[in-house]
C-alpha cells in the first residue's frame, strides 16, 4: 500500500483534508508531517488516531534528514504540501519565519521529493513512474484586484505581502522543478477558507468568538475589503481531485464564487448569532474599525472554470449555508470549554 505525505496536516485545512482523504482513498495510507506551531494541533485530527492507515510525525519541512528518512522508511510516492505560515499580519510583523518555512522549507521537500523519486532530469525511478507532489498555495499571490475582473491561472503574479510574496516563491520552486528535471508537478490556489477548524486568529473564528465573548470586533479600515470565500471541504475536494487528475505541470485555482466584504461577513455573522443566540443587545454593537492593516489588498476573487471544466469540481456549499455550518461547529466548541 503505497503513502502519501501531508505536511501541515494539523492546520486548518490539512485538518480537514486528511480524514476526507483517508475516507476517499482506502487503498493509501497517510503520512502527516507537522510542526506544530500555534497554529496546528492535534484534536482536530482525533478521529483518524486510530486508522492503521495514519501516522503522525512531528517534525519540521526545513529537515532534511527528517525528510530524506521518512521517504525511505515510509515508501512515499506522493506529496499533498500544506504546511505554511500564513496569517499576512504576522508575516508582516515578522517575515522571517515565512521565508524560512514558506520558501526554503518548500525548497528542501520538493528537492528530496525529487531525488527519491528520480534518478536525473527526465528519469523517473520505476517504482515512482505516477508520483506525484502538489502543492498548495494562495490566490494573493495574483495581488490585487480592481472593481472587476477574475483570477485566472495565467494571471501575472503580484504578490503584495511578505506572507504572498513567499508563497509566490514557493510556488515558482515547484513549477521549475518540473520545467527542469520533467518532476510530476501539480499546483493549486485558492481563495479565502473557511469552516470548522480555524484558528482564532483568522477573521470568521475572531468575529465569532469574539462576538461570543462580548468583546471588540475589528474590522481594518472601512470593512470594504473583499474576498471570495471558499468552504473548507469544497477545498479539499478539488485538492483530491487535482491529486488525482490534474494535468502534471498544471496550475488549478480554486474559488468559492461568494465574494463579500468584511463588513458584509461580519454583518452576516452577528444577525445569525442575533437570531440564534440572541443577548439584550445586538453582537453589531460590538464592531469597531481599526487602523487598516499594511499594504492591505482591496480585492480578491477567483475563475474556477479550469478545475470545474477539466475535472468536474463544483462547490456544494454557497456562503449562506456554509456560515451556518461553520457557526454551529464554533459554538459547538464554545459550549464544551476549547
Known amino acids: 500500500m503505497n503513502s502519501i505525505l501531508i505536511t501541515g496536516g494539523a492546520g486548518f485545512i490539512g485538518s480537514n483534508f486528511i480524514p476526507f482523504f483517508l475516507d476517499k482513498n482506502t487503498d493509501l495510507k497517510v503520512v502527516n508531517?507537522?510542526?506544530?506551531?500555534?497554529?496546528?494541533?492535534?484534536?482536530?485530527?482525533?478521529?483518524?488516531?486510530?486508522?492503521?492507515?495514519?501516522?503522525?510525525?512531528?517534525?519540521?519541512?526545513?529537515?532534511?534528514?527528517?525528510?530524506?528518512d521518512i521517504f525511505r522508511k515510509h515508501n512515499i510516492a506522493g506529496v499533498i504540501h500544506f504546511a505554511a505560515e500564513s496569517h499576512v499580519d504576522n508575516s508582516i510583523n515578522n517575515p522571517d519565519v515565512f521565508i524560512k518555512t514558506n520558501i526554503n522549507g518548500s525548497f528542501t521537500l520538493l528537492d528530496v521529493a525529487y531525488k527519491s523519486w528520480m534518478d536525473g532530469p527526465g528519469m523517473k525511478k520505476e517504482n515512482f513512474k505516477y508520483a506525484r507532489f502538489h502543492h498548495v498555495s494562495t490566490d494573493e499571490v495574483y495581488g490585487s484586484l480592481g472593481e472587476s475582473g477574475l483570477f485566472l491561472e495565467t494571471t501575472p503574479y503580484a504578490p503584495n505581502s511578505p506572507y504572498s510574496a513567499a508563497k509566490a516563491s514557493s510556488d515558482m520552486?515547484?513549477?521549475?522543478?518540473?520545467?527542469?528535471?520533467?518532476?510530476?508537478?501539480?499546483?493549486?490556489n485558492c481563495s479565502n477558507n473557511y469552516g470548522p477548524k480555524?484558528?482564532?486568529e483568522k477573521l470568521i473564528p475572531k468575529i465569532i468568538y469574539n462576538?461570543?465573548?462580548?468583546?471588540?470586533?475589528p474590522i481594518y479600515g472601512d470593512g470594504k475589503n473583499i474576498r471570495d470565500w471558499l468552504y473548507v471541504l469544497d477545498h479539499c475536494k478539488g485538492i483530491e481531485l487535482a491529486f488525482h487528475n490534474g494535468l502534471s505541470g498544471n496550475v488549478y485555482n480554486i474559488g468559492g464564487k461568494n465574494e463579500r466584504t468584511n463588513l458584509e461577513i461580519v454583518y452576516t455573522i452577528c444577525d445569525i448569532l442575533d437570531k440564534e443566540y440572541p443577548k439584550p443587545n445586538s453582537y453589531k454593537d460590538l464592531i469597531t474599525f481599526v487602523e487598516d492593516r499594511a499594504g492591505h489588498d482591496k480585492r480578491y476573487a477567483i475563475d474556477a472554470t479550469k478545475i470545474e471544466e477539466n475535472l468536474s469540481w463544483k462547490a456544494d456549499?454557497?456562503?449562506?449555508?456554509?456560515?451556518k455550518k461553520t457557526i454551529k461547529w464554533y459554538m459547538n466548541q464554545i459550549k464544551d470549554g476549547t
Open 173 to 188: 520552486l515547484v513549477r521549475s522543478y518540473h520545467e527542469t528535471y520533467g518532476m510530476n508537478t501539480v499546483i493549486t
Open 33 to 68: 508531517l507537522d510542526l506544530l506551531t500555534y497554529a496546528g494541533d492535534l484534536k482536530n485530527l482525533s478521529e483518524c488516531s486510530t486508522s492503521n492507515r495514519y501516522t503522525f510525525i512531528h517534525g519540521d519541512i526545513t529537515d532534511r534528514a527528517l525528510l530524506e
Open 211 to 217: 462576538a461570543i465573548n462580548g468583546e471588540k470586533i
Open 198 to 200: 480555524q484558528h482564532k
Open 317 to 323: 456549499e454557497n456562503f449562506d449555508t456554509g456560515i
